[in-house]
């Protein structure tokens, strides 16, 4: 029997669309191998949702989230709305879909794929194997403590206030989505703060050590997130799965992505406790190439698989995808940012035919 699930599709902005379209091609034919069907709603988001009706994330996109059984994300953002007030922005969209959701856990693998290690910037012996998932706390913290705001002080002048704030049950219950994901992973889990100078990072480090006690067959460490920066550099392989803040945890996975030498092959999830998911590429919208057939579609593809994956529960669809992915890869098909010498230079949409090839 055929199995039907509905999926929100965000294409969002600049390269968003392109590299869509691949997704959607690849979902329908993996779902026509596989007896599944979707049904795909697509809905307006960020500079686009901007434009057709003054707000980044309109209700009826929220609404229409709720209601499926998982999102997909492409890009959002674009020079064109940069320069609107904070609340107007696309970001700000992303932020509300996010706290709407109550997307309160992110998983960002960081996996070098043997294919493209010449990709980083770093030594080969320094990143073959590297093997991180960065599991950051989405909804809380600095980007969402109150007070916030830039306020008007005594002396006439302004002063930008965030706060960082976590309360116990909001790191309990990301702490324990990180130690899930560590035992289904090396069983080696890393928890990064800021202990030694911040009082919400002492919090969250006695409440992460508090948890250990439920997951003994987890290895706990804690680093400083500055410590935590230099190691991710210096020698990443020492890294299995790593939990975090939100902030810290924003650039630090945008750290550990470029380890792998190429943002355009890295899918996230962002996960709820319940209700759908949110899956999108680590990469943003990329204006510059906006239109231009140039756009590497694979880091959408693989948030594909993750959502089959991790939101739909289909993991046989979501091998199937990424065997696709690595055979491309084998068979030589490059984008612009992963081109290297020797290899076969494609556009967005050949990439996608190529996947497609690689399915049938
Ligand atoms: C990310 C992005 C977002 C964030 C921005 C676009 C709001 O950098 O998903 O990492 O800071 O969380
Ligand atoms: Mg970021």
Request: proline fraction near 5%; charged fraction near 20%.
């Amino acid at each position: 029997m055929t199995q039907s699930f509905r999926i929100t599709l965000l294409p969002g902005d600049g390269i968003g669309p392109e590299i869509m379209a691949v997704a959607v091609d690849v979902m329908n034919q993996v779902g026509s191998q596989l007896d599944l069907s979707f049904d795909f709603q697509e809905a307006l988001m960020g500079g686009v949702a901007i434009d057709e009706t003054g707000s980044p994330l309109p209700d009826a996109t929220l609404a229409t989230c709720k209601q499926s059984d998982a999102v997909l994300l492409a890009a959002i953002g674009g020079y064109k709305w940069d320069t609107l007030p904070r609340h107007q922005r696309p970001e700000t969209g992303l932020l509300g879909l996010r706290a709407g959701l109550e997307l309160f856990a992110n998983l960002r693998p960081a996996t070098i794929l043997p294919q493209l290690i010449d990709a980083s910037s770093l030594k080969r012996e320094v990143v073959e194997g590297v093997d991180i998932m960065v599991v950051r706390e989405l909804t809380g913290g600095i980007y969402f403590g109150e007070p916030k705001g830039i306020f008007q002080s005594e002396t006439g002048e302004k002063r930008g206030v965030s706060t960082m704030a976590y309360t116990e049950s909001e790191i309990d219950r990301i702490g324990r989505v990180a130690f899930e994901t560590a035992q289904k992973r090396q069983g080696r889990l890393c928890s990064v703060d800021k202990a030694n100078v911040l009082e919400v990072s002492q919090l969250w480090r006695d409440c992460i050590t508090a948890l250990a006690a439920d997951y003994p067959d987890v290895e706990l460490s804690h680093l400083y997130v500055d410590n935590a920066a230099m190691q991710l550099v210096r020698w990443p392989k020492q890294f299995d799965t790593i939990v975090t803040g939100n902030l810290f945890g924003d650039i630090l996975s945008d750290a550990a992505a470029m380890l792998t030498g190429s943002i355009g092959m890295l899918p996230s999830a962002s996960l709820g406790a319940a209700g759908p998911g949110v899956f999108e590429p680590v990469h943003g919208s990329a204006p510059d190439i906006a239109g231009q057939d140039q756009a590497n579609p694979l880091a959408q593809v693989l948030s594909a698989a993750m959502m089959l994956r991790y939101g739909l529960d289909q993991p046989e669809a979501a091998d199937k995808i990424e065997a696709a992915v690595s055979t491309v890869l084998d068979q030589g098909y490059r984008t612009g940012d992963i081109m290297a010498e020797g290899m076969t230079a494609v556009g967005c949409k050949a990439m996608g035919d190529a996947i497609l090839k690689a399915l049938a």
